[in-house]
């Protein structure tokens, strides 16, 4: 897909699809290693790498913080600083990562 930023009505579609349909849980934890501990995930902050234990994830809420360093957001936060890419950039990989583009064209095409 060609990602066209004055195409509105597709970015916000990808964008619903993400959030609906990617976990946070899943892609921190490509890049650090999460333990549940009551309802929150815990592990190393991938961004401070400091191993105090307050780097959380809420799976329920879809989000995440590093009381350490101040880090914290969605999938869509954590792509970018992780990356170190644009919003764009980070919609793009994760549509190209969990195969968004093609699950939100057939819906669009039923």
Do not use: W
């Given at each position: 897909?060609?990602?066209?930023?004055?195409?509105?009505?597709?970015?916000?579609?990808?964008?619903?699809?993400?959030?609906?349909?990617?976990?946070?849980?899943?892609?921190?934890?490509?890049?650090?290693?999460?333990?549940?501990?009551?309802?929150?995930?815990?592990?190393?902050?991938?961004?401070?790498?400091?191993?105090?234990?307050?780097?959380?994830?809420?799976s329920k809420e879809e989000r995440?913080?590093?009381?350490?360093?101040?880090?914290g957001g969605d999938i869509f936060?954590?792509?970018?600083?992780?990356?170190?890419?644009?919003?764009?950039?980070?919609?793009?990989?994760?549509?190209?990562?969990?195969?968004?583009?093609?699950?939100?064209?057939?819906?669009?095409?039923?």
């Open positions: 897909m060609d990602y066209d930023e004055s195409n509105d009505a597709k970015m916000i579609e990808l964008i619903s699809a993400a959030k609906s349909q990617v976990k946070i849980v899943e892609i921190i934890s490509e890049h650090t290693t999460l333990k549940l501990k009551g309802k929150r995930y815990v592990g190393i902050c991938p961004f401070c790498r400091h191993e105090d234990g307050q780097f959380f994830t809420v995440f913080a590093c009381y350490t360093c101040g880090e936060n954590f792509v970018q600083k992780f990356k170190k890419v644009s919003f764009l950039e980070a919609l793009r990989i994760i549509v190209d990562k969990y195969d968004l583009d093609s699950a939100t064209e057939a819906v669009t095409n039923s």
